[in-house]
């Protein structure tokens, strides 16, 4: 039973540092801050939440269990909002005649 | 079980510190804004790995805590940006001055 979760500890974490390598690897890479935008969110979310899933095992069960979900909680809202705020700062502006104008500035019809 | 942590710890801090090689290089600042960004979240990873590796509880508050900064950064980063000139007519509607006249 302990070698097993061991085992699955491994796993989870060694996972969850393979998705931190390949959110590095495409923000170095991509050609575009939108591509990059989306390489970051894959790190963020499922790098963190497989290195969270890892550890769970090795704590305490209710309150550093708990803790543990709810640092990933807080990751995967803020990583949600950040997405919306930076996707949208980094939106192409001038050229493209649909997303030129900004969201707040349409006017009423 | 600690050495493969420790190690993991390390390793998802080495990553992230190759990433900061887009602040160096990032053409736009948004660029430079994800490496930090994918900063806070691979600290938050490595100071959990820590914390469990060497059995210290207080550490998991420290990675709440960067967790709540970094997500901050990113949102101050974003309001206090200034937006690329648009071509239409946010121009006229949007000066402070006129702002506050229509708010009071």
New interface residues.
């Given amino acids: 039973m302990t070698l097993a979760l061991?085992l699955f500890?491994?796993i989870c974490?060694?996972l969850?540092?393979i998705f931190?390598?390949a959110?590095?690897l495409g923000?170095?890479r991509f050609p575009d801050?939108l591509t990059?935008?989306h390489a970051?969110t894959k790190?963020?979310n499922l790098?963190?939440g497989l290195?969270?899933l890892g550890?769970l095992p090795?704590?305490a069960w209710p309150l550093?269990a708990l803790?543990?979900i709810?640092?990933w909680l807080?990751?995967l809202?803020?990583?949600a909002?950040?997405g919306q705020?930076?996707g949208?700062?980094?939106r192409p502006?001038?050229g493209t005649p649909n997303l030129?104008?900004?969201a707040g500035?349409e006017p009423a019809p | 079980m600690a050495e493969f942590l420790l190690g993991a710890a390390l390793f998802v801090l080495g990553t992230v510190a190759l990433g900061l090689v887009r602040i160096l290089r990032g053409p736009d600042d948004a660029d430079r804004m994800l490496a930090a960004q994918l900063l806070g979240t691979g600290g938050v990873a490595s100071l959990l790995l820590l914390g469990v590796a060497n059995g210290i509880n207080a550490v998991g508050d420290l990675a709440l805590l960067l967790a709540l900064l970094a997500a901050f950064a990113s949102v101050a980063f974003v309001t206090g940006a200034e937006r690329p000139e648009p071509t239409v007519p946010i121009q006229e509607t949007d000066p402070h001055e006129q702002g506050e006249q229509e708010a009071t």
């Fill in positions: 061991t500890t491994v974490v060694s969850g540092a931190f390598l959110g590095t923000l170095l801050t990059r935008l970051l790190a963020d790098g963190l290195v969270v550890l090795q704590v550093g803790k543990l709810a640092v807080l990751a809202l803020a990583g909002t950040v705020l930076l949208a700062a980094a502006q001038p030129s104008t900004a500035e």
